[in-house]
């Protein structure tokens, strides 16, 4: 059988899954490639309307399937082509070639977290507001307002038997300060209209030392976070 063959029969057998199969994405983008020049746009395209739509399997939905007693000789035939097909793509060099562009290590200009392009996301750059101590004010006798340097967000804490070490009450409703995909793009950031632009406290620039940025990730899970050792408005 053909690699083209082996792949259309890859793709006729989708059996319905709720989990697409993150693996074979990449093989599929490949496929497109492997027509006639006559042919290309349109399998193309065919190929790319199928892949948005189908659910594929994923390694342990085809190991359940293989592992099933009351899976037939045919249906063992048709999990033989498409490993086949699979592990002829992966070997393609432009599938290498682009396993490793996708795989290889990013620095985000906004959060100064390492990325890859597999592991970005429409939510995979969290940016969590800063906020100063010196800010406090009294609400009446028992809370106290704090504001964020980097977009005057406020949060109220509670003051247990008038201490200044209770719970902070709205933490939920303030959220993060942004939330959107890493880039590298510095200038990207600079013009982000959504809270995501450089601004001095908790979305700076990269501080390079020996090639490196240096700059520590601020932990969105730490709620919330002062100016604690943080230079204020160092850009």
Known sequence: MSLYKAASSFLLWIPQQTNPAQKFWPILAVTLTMSKPTTTKILRNSLYKTTTTASLPTRDDLLSFLLDPSTSQLDLHTVHTLLSAAAAVSALPKYQALQHEHNTPKHCARCHATFTDN?????????????????????????????????????????????????????????????????????????????????????????????????????????????????????
């Open 119 to 235: 592991t970005n996301g429409s939510t995979a750059c969290v940016v969590p507001h800063v906020f100063d101590d010196a800010s406090a004010s009294a609400i009446g006798a028992d809370h106290r307002r704090f504001e964020a340097a980097c977009c005057r967000a406020e949060i109220i804490q509670e003051m247990t038997h008038g201490r200044r070490s209770g719970p902070f009450t709205n933490m939920l409703e303030v959220g993060v300060h942004f939330e959107g995909s890493h880039t590298e793009d510095v200038q990207e950031v600079s013009r982000d209209m959504e809270g995501g632009s450089f601004n001095g406290s908790n979305i700076r620039w990269c501080k390079v030392e020996d090639g490196e940025c240096v700059r520590d990730v601020l932990d969105v899970d730490e709620n919330p976070i002062f100016y604690d050792g943080i230079e204020l408005y160092s850009l």
